[in-house]
Structure formats: C-alpha cells, structure tokens
C-alpha cells in the first residue's frame, strides 16, 4: 500500500507542477495583456510612447505573475490570485474604455 501511495503522491505532485507551468504561462501572458493595454490608455504620455513604456512594462509584470504563482501556498490559491488580477485589470480597462473617446478616424 505505501508502494501505491508514494506512486500516487508523486503523480498529484507532477500535476500540481504542471498546472503551475501552465497558470504561469497563460494567465502571465494574459495579466501582462490586459496591463498593457491599461497602461497604453492611461500614461501620460504620447500615444506612442506610453505604448512603447507599457509594452516594456508588461515584461516586468509577467514576471511577477511567473514568480507569484510559483510562490503561492496551493496552486488553488495561484489561480484565485491570477482569477482576481484579470478581474481588476479587466474591470479597469473597461471602465477607461469607455471613458476615452475613440482617437480620428485612420
């Protein structure tokens, strides 16, 4: 029985890594997303530098995402912290979206 438990441990333990990889990499991807559109809407800054800058900046923010996943106590509570993040920044883009009028026709 020890044999199958250890075998069954090990097994949870390489999915709850795997679920980390993939957290790290999709929800990195799409918290530095949803920051960089933010950031290109709301630094004062040129259009295209604040573009440029956030674009810089979201490199940064995805590493925070990679290491706070990886730092979290479950990879439940990585998730929730991920979920929450998207929610807030996704909330905030929509609400300066919609505040800033659309820029003259191209």
Same mark, same amino acid.
């Given at each position: 029985?020890?044999?199958?438990? @250890?075998?069954? $441990?090990d097994? #949870?333990?390489?999915? *709850? !890594?795997?679920?980390? =990889? %993939?957290l790290?990499?999709?929800?990195?991807?799409?918290?530095?997303a949803?920051?960089?559109?933010?950031?290109?809407l709301?630094l004062?800054?040129?259009?295209?530098? @604040?573009v440029? $800058?956030a674009? #810089?900046?979201?490199? *940064? !923010?995805?590493?925070? =995402? %990679?290491?706070a996943v990886?730092?979290?106590?479950?990879?439940?509570?990585a998730?929730?912290?991920?979920g929450?993040?998207?929610?807030?920044?996704?909330?905030?883009l929509?609400?300066? $979206?919609?505040?800033i009028p659309?820029?003259?026709a191209?």
């Open positions: 029985m020890s044999h199958r438990r @250890a075998a069954r $441990a097994i #949870l333990g390489r999915a *709850a !890594v795997a679920g980390r =990889v %993939v790290a990499a999709g929800g990195g991807y799409g918290i530095a949803l920051a960089t559109a933010l950031l290109s709301t004062p800054l040129p259009r295209s530098e @604040a440029t $800058a674009t #810089l900046l979201s490199v *940064a !923010v995805m590493v925070g =995402v %990679v290491v990886f730092a979290a106590r479950s990879l439940l509570r998730l929730v912290g991920v929450a993040a998207g929610l807030v920044l996704g909330g905030a929509w609400l300066v $979206a919609g505040a659309p820029g003259p191209a």
